[in-house]
């Protein structure tokens, strides 16, 4: 790409990043070599009699395009897997984790590329977590503040379609176990393994916590009969909440927010953190985790959801709320943090998987 495209496409992240807070542009150069690509084989340039052809196949390319985007926004099509990493110091909380894309706002292709300091700061920052907490490989990549929705509806559709996809594997799984060859099940007879049913678990932290919370909430029937376990930690009820609740100057903050990220305070927005009781078609537990060094988010703004379930859904809807409170770990290092938070962090997820989803 010309140097001067690239000048330009760095001062227009700039202003939509920094100024406004805004950037919906991809930072690779796949837009532009498409985009010159499309510009040479334009059908003004070609012969006559393949100039129909051309703008034919150009047709069904776009129509098959917007099929396949189609398809991976209704959870329908797995994602290419960008990369895997591994956590030193972490037990195995989860199991089988469904590869999912990355959230909308982090950029791992082209981080090298761009001349934001902000956007360099933020990928020091990336690799200083990643040593610290012995995640492996390092990941050079950067997030744009403009494009974070803190758990509020782009978020919440987005877990909604990995939850979408995470069934349709669970129903092929099935289907594969019911209908698959009898090789298999011999070799599995011969070797004295059992095979179990498969649950589906919903898990996430902080802000990935909220958005599994309020996302679990609003599934639907057919979504909502595959999940046997939703397990969040350190969610908040409210973005406004937990704002009051964590910071010394609540006003400066909420600027902050409505200036560089994906939140205005709409009355819209604020739905997001919110659901109906009687629309509720989740009938499996849920788990809350936190801690009281907790200050990033305040227990109160856990408490807050905690006791809404009970008062609300238990236990007509929800069968049971677990809840476990940790004394020495701070917010996003719970289960990396102190040895016996740690330790009693994996024995209330080994008791719940034994007692939710052993059947």
């Not at 070599?33 to 499309?38: G, K, T, W």
């Not at 791992?108 to 360099?120: A, E, K, S």
């Not at 953190?273 to 060094?293: G, Q, T």
């Amino acid at each position: 790409m010309p140097l001067a495209r690239r000048l330009r496409r760095a001062l227009l992240q700039w202003r939509r990043v920094v100024m406004s807070g805004k950037s919906h542009r991809s930072d690779s150069d796949d837009d532009d070599n498409v985009a010159e690509a499309r510009q040479q084989t334009s059908p003004d340039l070609v012969l006559a009699g393949g100039s129909d052809r051309r703008q034919r196949t150009r047709g069904d390319e776009e129509r098959s395009t917007a099929a396949t985007v189609q398809a991976a926004e209704l959870g329908l099509t797995d994602p290419l897997v960008l990369y895997r990493a591994t956590c030193r110091i972490a037990p195995r909380l989860l199991h089988g984790v469904l590869d999912s894309p990355e959230v909308a706002e982090v950029r791992h292709r082209g981080w090298y590329r761009t001349l934001n300091p902000l956007h360099w700061g933020l990928v020091v920052k990336e690799l200083l977590a990643c040593w610290w907490f012995s995640v492996r490989p390092f990941q050079w990549c950067y997030s744009e503040p403009g494009r974070t929705n803190i758990a509020g509806m782009r978020d919440q559709a987005a877990f909604t379609r990995e939850v979408r996809r995470g069934v349709r594997h669970m129903k092929v799984a099935t289907a594969a176990e019911t209908h698959g060859d009898q090789a298999g099940v011999e070799a599995r007879e011969s070797t004295s393994m059992r095979s179990n049913k498969k649950h589906l678990v919903l898990f996430g932290l902080s802000r990935g916590a909220t958005t599994c919370f309020y996302s679990a909430m609003k599934l639907s029937p057919e979504e909502a009969k595959h999940v046997s376990l939703v397990l969040v930690e350190a969610p908040f009820d409210t973005l406004d909440h937990v704002i009051d609740a964590s910071c010394w100057i609540p006003r400066l903050m909420r600027w902050f927010v409505r200036s560089f990220a994906d939140w205005r305070g709409t009355r819209e927005e604020k739905l997001a953190y919110d659901f109906d009781p009687k629309e509720v078609h989740l009938r499996c537990p849920i788990a809350f985790v936190m801690s009281v060094k907790d200050k990033r988010v305040p227990n109160e703004c856990t408490q807050a959801l905690i006791d809404r379930v009970r008062r609300e859904l238990v236990p007509h809807v929800i069968p049971a709320v677990e809840v476990l409170v940790l004394q020495h770990s701070g917010h996003g290092t719970m289960a990396v943090g102190s040895k016996e938070d740690q330790g009693a962090y994996v024995a209330f997820v080994e008791r719940l998987y034994d007692t939710y989803c052993s059947s």
